[in-house]
């Protein structure tokens, strides 16, 4: 039984007459945390960004379940099962952590607009339903303490998890996360390495990860791709990943990266 969550196949990005990204294919398997590295320049970005459709592909196809996906609007993604969060925070900074999270679970909302006027029958349903699944992430994310505050007086690395929980919120059967760990201290680090280890293991959400952070990826991938230069130069477990020579020349060979 193929047991492949998402595939992708001769992925390409040109931007002009710079090929970014370069005939790039993979496969996530249902269940595991699959990184995606590479030095700065690397094209691994690009690449994220043309799965998530927030970039069209040149070239080559996306396909989740089986389903061609490429070129999908983004929006839509979360309604089949595709949660994202980004490196640069994208929170409602003046609304308080739980409408924040009550933001993700709008692809789940089914309720009609007099239904919703009336606060009755369906919509009144749905409203304890979508508040009981907040509840649950406020839980799981250990952020009870600042459920009612306003995300923008929190601190960066509980933007971050506020974030990472919105994602939460629309049920995904795959989740991106885009240099989750980045610009966090060491403590904060080490949490959300916990959280999307539980993610993985209590939730049973597959995770595709790009990420800086060479402890947090070791430490926790199942696989790794990495990319140099818009192209895969390696594929496997850490321990492969490790030990592998062009990797280690693309990250300490002196090569200069792409801009």
């Known amino acids: 039984m ?7 196949e001769g992925l390409s990005k040109r931007f002009g007459g710079v090929e970014a990204v370069a005939g790039v294919s993979f496969h996530v398997r249902r269940g595991e945390i699959y990184s995606l590295i590479g030095p700065n320049g690397a094209g691994k970005t690009t690449t994220f960004n043309m799965i998530s459709s ?46 924040n999270l009550l933001v993700g679970r709008h692809c789940h909302m089914r309720s009609n ?7 009755f029958g369906r919509a009144r349903r749905e ?27 929190l601190s960066y690395g509980m933007q971050k998890r506020v974030e990472l929980g919105r994602a939460l919120a629309t049920e995904p059967k795959l989740l991106l996360l885009d240099e989750m760990v980045s610009g966090m201290n060491t403590e904060e680090t080490e949490d ?44 496997g477990t850490p321990a492969d990943i490790s030990a592998n ?9 002196g090569q200069k990266a792409a801009a």
């Open 2 to 8: 193929d047991d492949t969550l998402l595939r992708v």
């Open 54 to 99: 927030v970039v069209r592909p040149s070239g080559g196809t996306v396909h989740f379940e089986g389903r061609d996906i490429t070129g999908t609007a983004s929006h839509r993604l979360s309604a089949i099962g595709i949660g994202r969060t980004f490196q640069n925070l994208a929170v409602f900074k003046h609304a308080t952590v739980v409408e």
């Open 113 to 119: 607009v007099f239904d919703a006027a009336w606060f």
């Open 127 to 153: 409203e304890l339903e979508h508040r009981r699944k907040v509840e649950e992430i406020i839980d799981f994310l250990e952020i009870e303490d600042i459920r009612d505050m306003p995300v923008g007086t």
């Open 192 to 235: 959300i390495a916990r959280f999307v280890l539980d993610i993985r293991d209590e939730l049973g959400i597959t995770v595709l990860m790009v990420e800086h952070d060479m402890g947090i990826v070791m430490d926790i991938s199942d696989r790794i791709c990495v990319l140099n230069f818009g192209r895969k130069i390696a594929e």
């Open 245 to 253: 020579a062009a990797v280690v020349d693309a990250y300490l060979g």
